[in-house]
Protein backbone atom coordinates (compact mmCIF):
# COMPACT_ATOMS: atom_id res chain seq x y z
CA UNK A 1 0.00 0.00 0.00
CA UNK A 2 0.94 3.44 -1.18
CA UNK A 3 0.38 6.84 1.79
CA UNK A 4 -1.55 9.61 0.32
CA UNK A 5 -2.31 12.61 1.34
CA UNK A 6 -6.41 12.89 1.95
CA UNK A 7 -7.21 16.44 3.10
CA UNK A 8 -10.74 15.98 3.88
CA UNK A 9 -9.09 13.56 6.94
CA UNK A 10 -6.37 16.22 7.56
CA UNK A 11 -3.93 13.09 7.66
CA UNK A 12 -2.22 10.52 5.26
CA UNK A 13 -3.53 7.37 4.72
CA UNK A 14 -3.15 4.46 3.21
CA UNK A 15 -3.73 3.55 -0.38
CA UNK A 16 -3.46 0.61 -3.28
CA UNK A 17 -2.11 3.15 -5.44
CA UNK A 18 0.20 5.95 -4.90
CA UNK A 19 -1.27 9.98 -5.47
CA UNK A 20 -2.00 10.79 -8.56
CA UNK A 21 -4.55 14.20 -8.77
CA UNK A 22 -5.58 14.96 -11.96
CA UNK A 23 -4.84 17.70 -13.78
CA UNK A 24 -8.41 19.31 -12.49
CA UNK A 25 -11.10 17.61 -10.77
CA UNK A 26 -15.01 17.39 -11.28
CA UNK A 27 -16.97 18.23 -8.65
CA UNK A 28 -20.30 19.44 -7.58
CA UNK A 29 -21.84 20.97 -4.59
CA UNK A 30 -25.82 19.58 -3.93
CA UNK A 31 -27.45 21.82 -1.27
CA UNK A 32 -30.31 19.31 0.68
CA UNK A 33 -32.27 22.10 1.78
CA UNK A 34 -33.47 22.51 -1.28
CA UNK A 35 -34.37 18.84 -2.76
CA UNK A 36 -37.58 18.41 -3.09
CA UNK A 37 -37.49 14.66 -4.03
CA UNK A 38 -39.39 15.05 -7.34
CA UNK A 39 -36.75 12.51 -8.45
CA UNK A 40 -36.67 14.71 -11.85
CA UNK A 41 -32.88 14.25 -11.87
CA UNK A 42 -33.36 10.00 -11.46
CA UNK A 43 -35.55 10.33 -14.52
CA UNK A 44 -33.41 12.62 -16.56
CA UNK A 45 -30.70 10.06 -15.99
CA UNK A 46 -32.15 6.69 -16.71
CA UNK A 47 -34.10 7.54 -20.04
CA UNK A 48 -30.51 9.30 -20.63
CA UNK A 49 -28.17 6.35 -20.09
CA UNK A 50 -29.39 3.30 -17.99
CA UNK A 51 -33.02 2.53 -20.40
CA UNK A 52 -31.21 -0.95 -21.61
CA UNK A 53 -31.57 -4.41 -21.02
CA UNK A 54 -29.77 -5.40 -17.70
CA UNK A 55 -29.93 -2.05 -16.71
CA UNK A 56 -33.57 -1.76 -14.82
CA UNK A 57 -32.78 -1.64 -11.51
CA UNK A 58 -29.86 0.86 -11.85
CA UNK A 59 -30.26 4.43 -10.68
CA UNK A 60 -26.33 5.99 -11.36
CA UNK A 61 -28.29 9.15 -9.85
CA UNK A 62 -30.78 8.12 -6.84
CA UNK A 63 -32.54 10.79 -4.20
CA UNK A 64 -33.30 9.16 -0.81
CA UNK A 65 -35.02 9.96 2.55
CA UNK A 66 -33.24 9.84 5.18
CA UNK A 67 -32.83 8.54 8.12
CA UNK A 68 -34.77 5.61 7.02
CA UNK A 69 -34.62 5.77 3.08
CA UNK A 70 -31.25 3.84 1.20
CA UNK A 71 -30.39 2.15 -2.33
CA UNK A 72 -29.71 -0.21 -2.42
CA UNK A 73 -31.27 -1.34 1.24
CA UNK A 74 -28.93 0.01 4.18
CA UNK A 75 -25.69 1.03 2.01
CA UNK A 76 -24.52 3.21 4.77
CA UNK A 77 -25.22 1.62 8.18
CA UNK A 78 -23.66 -1.79 6.83
CA UNK A 79 -20.33 -0.41 6.63
CA UNK A 80 -20.57 2.37 9.66
CA UNK A 81 -21.53 -0.68 11.50
CA UNK A 82 -18.31 -2.57 10.36
CA UNK A 83 -16.13 0.42 10.43
CA UNK A 84 -15.22 1.23 14.25
CA UNK A 85 -14.23 4.28 16.20
CA UNK A 86 -14.62 7.55 14.25
CA UNK A 87 -13.75 9.48 15.60
CA UNK A 88 -12.39 13.31 15.12
CA UNK A 89 -9.96 15.79 16.68
CA UNK A 90 -8.76 19.25 15.79
CA UNK A 91 -5.51 19.72 15.52
CA UNK A 92 -2.58 22.81 14.62
CA UNK A 93 -1.35 22.37 11.26
CA UNK A 94 1.04 25.28 9.61
CA UNK A 95 -0.65 27.50 11.83
CA UNK A 96 -4.91 26.72 11.05
CA UNK A 97 -6.90 24.51 12.89
CA UNK A 98 -7.61 21.67 11.16
CA UNK A 99 -10.10 18.16 11.52
CA UNK A 100 -8.18 15.41 12.01
CA UNK A 101 -9.61 11.76 11.42
CA UNK A 102 -8.69 9.72 13.87
CA UNK A 103 -10.27 6.54 13.32
CA UNK A 104 -9.52 3.75 10.24
CA UNK A 105 -11.01 4.58 6.55
CA UNK A 106 -11.98 1.23 4.46
CA UNK A 107 -8.22 0.96 2.75
CA UNK A 108 -7.21 0.81 6.53
CA UNK A 109 -9.60 -1.56 7.86
CA UNK A 110 -9.34 -3.97 5.01
CA UNK A 111 -9.10 -7.88 5.87
CA UNK A 112 -6.01 -9.44 5.27
CA UNK A 113 -5.72 -10.32 1.41
CA UNK A 114 -8.15 -7.50 0.60
CA UNK A 115 -7.51 -3.92 -0.68
CA UNK A 116 -10.71 -2.80 0.78
CA UNK A 117 -13.73 -3.78 3.86
CA UNK A 118 -16.43 -3.79 1.90
CA UNK A 119 -19.82 -5.99 1.41
CA UNK A 120 -21.69 -6.84 -1.76
CA UNK A 121 -25.67 -6.25 -1.54
CA UNK A 122 -27.83 -8.96 -2.28
CA UNK A 123 -30.50 -8.69 -5.30
CA UNK A 124 -33.53 -7.74 -3.08
CA UNK A 125 -31.42 -4.96 -1.30
CA UNK A 126 -32.27 -3.50 -4.68
CA UNK A 127 -35.68 -4.12 -4.89
CA UNK A 128 -37.95 -1.21 -3.09
CA UNK A 129 -35.73 2.28 -3.88
CA UNK A 130 -37.86 4.33 -2.05
CA UNK A 131 -40.82 2.85 -0.96
CA UNK A 132 -42.16 3.55 2.72
CA UNK A 133 -39.49 5.88 3.39
CA UNK A 134 -41.40 9.00 3.45
CA UNK A 135 -43.87 7.98 5.58
CA UNK A 136 -43.91 9.33 9.17
CA UNK A 137 -45.77 6.51 10.80
CA UNK A 138 -47.06 3.27 9.07
CA UNK A 139 -50.20 1.41 9.90
CA UNK A 140 -50.52 -0.03 13.53
CA UNK A 141 -52.30 -3.26 13.71
CA UNK A 142 -54.12 -4.71 16.65
CA UNK A 143 -52.34 -2.98 19.42
CA UNK A 144 -48.28 -3.13 17.64
CA UNK A 145 -46.19 0.24 18.16
CA UNK A 146 -43.50 1.36 16.31
CA UNK A 147 -40.29 0.11 18.31
CA UNK A 148 -37.60 1.85 16.75
CA UNK A 149 -37.04 5.59 17.60
CA UNK A 150 -39.22 7.33 15.86
CA UNK A 151 -37.55 11.01 14.21
CA UNK A 152 -39.24 14.48 13.67
CA UNK A 153 -37.33 15.14 10.36
CA UNK A 154 -36.40 13.61 7.76
CA UNK A 155 -34.52 15.37 4.80
CA UNK A 156 -33.81 14.29 1.09
CA UNK A 157 -30.49 13.00 -0.10
CA UNK A 158 -29.63 12.79 -3.64
CA UNK A 159 -26.24 10.40 -4.82
CA UNK A 160 -24.53 9.94 -7.45
CA UNK A 161 -21.29 8.76 -8.21
CA UNK A 162 -18.83 10.95 -6.59
CA UNK A 163 -15.77 10.62 -8.36
CA UNK A 164 -13.60 9.82 -5.34
CA UNK A 165 -9.90 10.87 -5.50
CA UNK A 166 -9.35 7.66 -3.99
CA UNK A 167 -11.82 5.51 -5.32
CA UNK A 168 -12.57 1.96 -3.72
CA UNK A 169 -13.90 0.69 -6.91
CA UNK A 170 -10.65 1.37 -8.98
CA UNK A 171 -8.21 -0.01 -6.34
CA UNK A 172 -10.09 -2.88 -5.92
CA UNK A 173 -10.19 -4.05 -9.11
CA UNK A 174 -8.02 -6.86 -9.83
CA UNK A 175 -8.29 -6.66 -14.04
CA UNK A 176 -7.21 -2.85 -13.52
CA UNK A 177 -10.20 -1.83 -15.57
CA UNK A 178 -11.43 1.07 -13.75
CA UNK A 179 -9.52 4.17 -14.55
CA UNK A 180 -9.85 8.19 -13.47
CA UNK A 181 -9.20 10.46 -16.35
CA UNK A 182 -6.27 12.82 -15.57
CA UNK A 183 -8.04 15.50 -17.74
CA UNK A 184 -11.11 15.84 -15.47
CA UNK A 185 -10.71 12.78 -13.03
CA UNK A 186 -14.21 11.36 -14.05
CA UNK A 187 -13.70 7.75 -13.46
CA UNK A 188 -14.78 4.95 -16.11
CA UNK A 189 -15.17 1.48 -16.26
CA UNK A 190 -13.81 0.16 -19.34
CA UNK A 191 -16.02 -2.03 -20.64
CA UNK A 192 -13.67 -4.25 -22.96
CA UNK A 193 -11.45 -4.91 -19.90
CA UNK A 194 -14.09 -5.79 -17.60
CA UNK A 195 -15.34 -9.59 -16.65
CA UNK A 196 -17.87 -8.84 -14.06
CA UNK A 197 -15.68 -9.95 -11.17
CA UNK A 198 -17.59 -7.49 -9.13
CA UNK A 199 -15.01 -6.44 -6.54
CA UNK A 200 -15.95 -2.88 -6.73
CA UNK A 201 -19.43 -3.34 -6.71
CA UNK A 202 -18.12 -4.67 -2.89
CA UNK A 203 -15.86 -1.81 -2.27
CA UNK A 204 -17.92 1.22 -3.32
CA UNK A 205 -19.11 2.64 0.20
CA UNK A 206 -21.54 4.66 -1.39
CA UNK A 207 -22.91 1.13 -3.80
CA UNK A 208 -22.84 3.55 -7.12
CA UNK A 209 -21.48 0.56 -9.07
CA UNK A 210 -24.05 -1.72 -10.53
CA UNK A 211 -23.58 -5.32 -12.47
CA UNK A 212 -25.14 -5.76 -15.74
CA UNK A 213 -25.96 -9.35 -15.74
CA UNK A 214 -26.57 -9.08 -19.18
CA UNK A 215 -23.29 -7.79 -20.31
CA UNK A 216 -21.63 -9.68 -17.65
CA UNK A 217 -19.87 -6.06 -16.79
CA UNK A 218 -20.15 -3.63 -13.99
CA UNK A 219 -21.41 -0.03 -14.96
CA UNK A 220 -21.45 3.50 -13.48
CA UNK A 221 -22.37 6.96 -13.36
CA UNK A 222 -20.41 8.91 -16.06
CA UNK A 223 -20.60 12.29 -15.04
CA UNK A 224 -22.09 12.75 -18.44
CA UNK A 225 -18.75 13.13 -19.77
CA UNK A 226 -20.13 14.07 -23.02
CA UNK A 227 -21.30 17.21 -22.18
CA UNK A 228 -19.31 18.09 -20.13
CA UNK A 229 -16.31 18.05 -22.83
CA UNK A 230 -18.45 20.72 -24.08
CA UNK A 231 -18.89 22.96 -21.28
CA UNK A 232 -22.06 21.69 -20.22
CA UNK A 233 -23.21 20.48 -16.78
CA UNK A 234 -24.47 16.79 -16.21
CA UNK A 235 -28.23 15.45 -16.99
CA UNK A 236 -29.52 15.38 -13.02
CA UNK A 237 -27.79 18.98 -12.85
CA UNK A 238 -29.37 20.85 -15.69
CA UNK A 239 -33.08 18.95 -15.16
CA UNK A 240 -32.96 19.79 -11.33
CA UNK A 241 -36.42 21.13 -10.45
CA UNK A 242 -35.02 22.11 -7.34
CA UNK A 243 -32.16 23.65 -8.42
CA UNK A 244 -30.09 22.12 -5.65
CA UNK A 245 -26.92 21.78 -7.90
CA UNK A 246 -23.91 23.40 -9.57
CA UNK A 247 -21.27 21.22 -11.47
CA UNK A 248 -17.63 22.53 -11.24
CA UNK A 249 -13.78 22.13 -10.26
CA UNK A 250 -12.01 21.64 -7.29
CA UNK A 251 -8.29 22.48 -6.22
CA UNK A 252 -6.98 20.98 -3.18
CA UNK A 253 -7.25 23.35 -0.24
CA UNK A 254 -3.81 25.06 -0.64
CA UNK A 255 -4.55 26.21 -3.92
CA UNK A 256 -8.33 26.69 -3.55
CA UNK A 257 -9.52 30.19 -5.40
CA UNK A 258 -12.38 32.42 -4.38
CA UNK A 259 -13.49 33.15 -8.08
CA UNK A 260 -13.71 28.99 -8.32
CA UNK A 261 -17.32 28.82 -6.89
CA UNK A 262 -16.59 24.75 -6.14
CA UNK A 263 -13.62 26.51 -3.97
CA UNK A 264 -15.42 29.11 -2.74
CA UNK A 265 -18.35 26.96 -1.15
CA UNK A 266 -16.28 23.85 0.19
CA UNK A 267 -12.80 25.24 1.18
CA UNK A 268 -13.47 29.11 1.66
CA UNK A 269 -16.65 29.36 3.11
CA UNK A 270 -16.29 25.02 4.46
CA UNK A 271 -20.79 25.58 3.72
CA UNK A 272 -20.41 22.28 1.46
CA UNK A 273 -19.35 19.19 3.22
CA UNK A 274 -18.35 15.35 1.70
CA UNK A 275 -20.95 12.56 2.61
CA UNK A 276 -18.80 10.31 5.08
CA UNK A 277 -15.36 11.56 4.75
CA UNK A 278 -14.18 9.16 6.99
CA UNK A 279 -14.45 6.29 4.44
CA UNK A 280 -11.36 7.98 2.86
CA UNK A 281 -11.95 8.42 -0.76
CA UNK A 282 -11.99 12.10 -0.75
CA UNK A 283 -15.69 11.98 -2.22
CA UNK A 284 -16.07 14.93 -4.69
CA UNK A 285 -19.82 15.63 -4.33
CA UNK A 286 -20.03 17.72 -1.45
CA UNK A 287 -23.12 18.80 0.07
CA UNK A 288 -24.55 21.85 1.83
CA UNK A 289 -26.33 20.03 5.09
CA UNK A 290 -29.80 20.17 6.13
CA UNK A 291 -30.56 23.03 8.81
CA UNK A 292 -33.31 21.77 10.49
CA UNK A 293 -31.68 18.05 10.93
CA UNK A 294 -30.24 17.10 14.48
CA UNK A 295 -26.32 17.34 14.34
CA UNK A 296 -25.31 14.34 15.97
CA UNK A 297 -26.70 12.65 12.62
CA UNK A 298 -25.48 15.46 9.84
CA UNK A 299 -22.08 15.39 11.79
CA UNK A 300 -21.54 11.60 11.56
CA UNK A 301 -23.30 12.10 7.73
CA UNK A 302 -21.03 15.01 6.78
CA UNK A 303 -17.83 15.36 9.18
CA UNK A 304 -17.45 17.91 11.84
CA UNK A 305 -17.76 20.87 9.73
CA UNK A 306 -21.97 20.69 10.11
CA UNK A 307 -22.21 23.30 12.41
CA UNK A 308 -19.81 25.97 11.03
CA UNK A 309 -21.79 25.03 7.57
CA UNK A 310 -25.22 24.99 9.47
CA UNK A 311 -24.18 28.50 10.72
CA UNK A 312 -23.16 30.16 7.68
CA UNK A 313 -25.96 28.78 5.40
CA UNK A 314 -28.52 30.27 8.06
CA UNK A 315 -27.24 34.05 8.22
CA UNK A 316 -26.85 33.79 3.96
CA UNK A 317 -29.41 36.31 3.79
CA UNK A 318 -27.09 39.20 5.11
CA UNK A 319 -24.42 37.47 3.17
CA UNK A 320 -24.53 39.02 -0.14
CA UNK A 321 -21.46 36.53 -2.12
CA UNK A 322 -23.06 33.75 -0.58
CA UNK A 323 -26.42 34.15 -0.95
CA UNK A 324 -25.43 35.40 -4.55
CA UNK A 325 -23.47 32.52 -5.82
CA UNK A 326 -26.28 30.26 -3.98
CA UNK A 327 -28.56 31.83 -6.69
CA UNK A 328 -26.71 30.38 -9.68
CA UNK A 329 -27.02 27.22 -9.11
CA UNK A 330 -29.57 26.02 -12.06
CA UNK A 331 -29.63 29.18 -13.69
CA UNK A 332 -27.36 27.64 -16.77
CA UNK A 333 -26.76 24.60 -18.50
CA UNK A 334 -23.18 25.74 -19.05
CA UNK A 335 -20.49 25.12 -16.73
CA UNK A 336 -19.61 28.39 -14.56
CA UNK A 337 -15.71 27.94 -13.52
CA UNK A 338 -15.63 31.16 -12.23
CA UNK A 339 -17.67 33.75 -11.00
CA UNK A 340 -17.81 37.45 -9.23
CA UNK A 341 -20.76 39.68 -7.37
CA UNK A 342 -21.34 42.92 -8.94
CA UNK A 343 -23.58 45.01 -6.84
CA UNK A 344 -26.76 43.24 -6.72
CA UNK A 345 -25.95 40.89 -9.67
CA UNK A 346 -23.73 38.07 -9.68
CA UNK A 347 -21.83 37.36 -12.77
CA UNK A 348 -21.27 33.80 -14.10
CA UNK A 349 -17.96 33.20 -16.38
CA UNK A 350 -15.73 31.05 -18.30
CA UNK A 351 -12.68 30.62 -20.19
CA UNK A 352 -14.87 32.76 -23.03
CA UNK A 353 -15.95 35.55 -20.74
CA UNK A 354 -19.19 36.38 -19.13
CA UNK A 355 -22.40 33.99 -19.67
CA UNK A 356 -24.55 35.12 -17.29
CA UNK A 357 -25.99 37.32 -14.61
CA UNK A 358 -28.44 36.50 -11.93
CA UNK A 359 -29.84 39.32 -9.65
CA UNK A 360 -29.88 38.89 -5.72
CA UNK A 361 -33.56 39.96 -5.53
CA UNK A 362 -36.06 38.30 -7.73
CA UNK A 363 -38.10 40.94 -9.28
CA UNK A 364 -41.27 40.66 -8.28
CA UNK A 365 -43.99 42.03 -10.97
CA UNK A 366 -47.48 42.77 -10.04
CA UNK A 367 -50.34 43.07 -12.66
CA UNK A 368 -53.27 45.44 -12.32
CA UNK A 369 -56.31 43.70 -12.33
CA UNK A 370 -57.73 45.61 -15.17
CA UNK A 371 -55.54 46.12 -18.14
CA UNK A 372 -56.43 49.29 -19.80
CA UNK A 373 -54.63 48.09 -23.32
CA UNK A 374 -56.12 44.87 -23.92
CA UNK A 375 -59.78 46.24 -21.87
CA UNK A 376 -59.95 43.04 -20.01
CA UNK A 377 -59.57 42.14 -16.51
CA UNK A 378 -57.43 39.64 -14.49
CA UNK A 379 -57.74 37.15 -12.02
CA UNK A 380 -54.93 37.14 -10.08
CA UNK A 381 -54.47 33.52 -8.79
CA UNK A 382 -52.81 33.11 -5.25
S1 LIG B 1 -18.42 6.77 -5.48
FE1 LIG B 1 -17.98 4.57 -5.67
S2 LIG B 1 -18.16 4.20 -7.89
FE2 LIG B 1 -17.87 6.40 -7.64
S3 LIG B 1 -15.63 6.74 -7.80
FE3 LIG B 1 -16.14 6.56 -5.60
S4 LIG B 1 -15.79 4.39 -5.17
FE4 LIG B 1 -15.97 4.54 -7.40
S1 LIG C 1 -34.40 17.02 -9.48
FE1 LIG C 1 -33.38 18.23 -7.87
S2 LIG C 1 -35.07 18.73 -6.44
FE2 LIG C 1 -35.81 17.00 -7.70
S3 LIG C 1 -35.19 15.17 -6.52
FE3 LIG C 1 -33.51 15.58 -7.94
S4 LIG C 1 -32.04 16.79 -6.74
FE4 LIG C 1 -34.01 16.87 -5.63
Known sequence: ??????????????????????????????????????????????????????????????????????????????????????????????????????????????????????????????????????????????????????????????????????????????????????????????????RGYQECVKACPYKKVFFNPMTGTSEKCIACFPKIESGLQPQCFVNCIGKIRLAGWISTPDKARPDNPIDYLVHIRKIALPLFPQFGLEPNVYYIPPVHVPQSFTRQMFGPGVAEAVSAYRNAANDPDLAGLLSLFGSTEMMVPRWKRQGEQVVGMNEGGEILRVPLTEPVHIRPAYDRLYQISRTNCP
Open 1 to 194: MARVYNWQLGRQMSYWYPESRPQRQFAAVFDTNKCIACQTCTLACKTTWTSGVGQEYMLWNNVETKPYGFYPLGWDLKLLDMLEGQKWSEREYEGQKINHYDGSTIFESAPAGERVLGWRPEDQDYSYPNVGEDDCAGQVDGGASFSMEHMAWFFYLARICNHCTYPACLSSCPRGSIYKRPEDGIVLVDQGRC
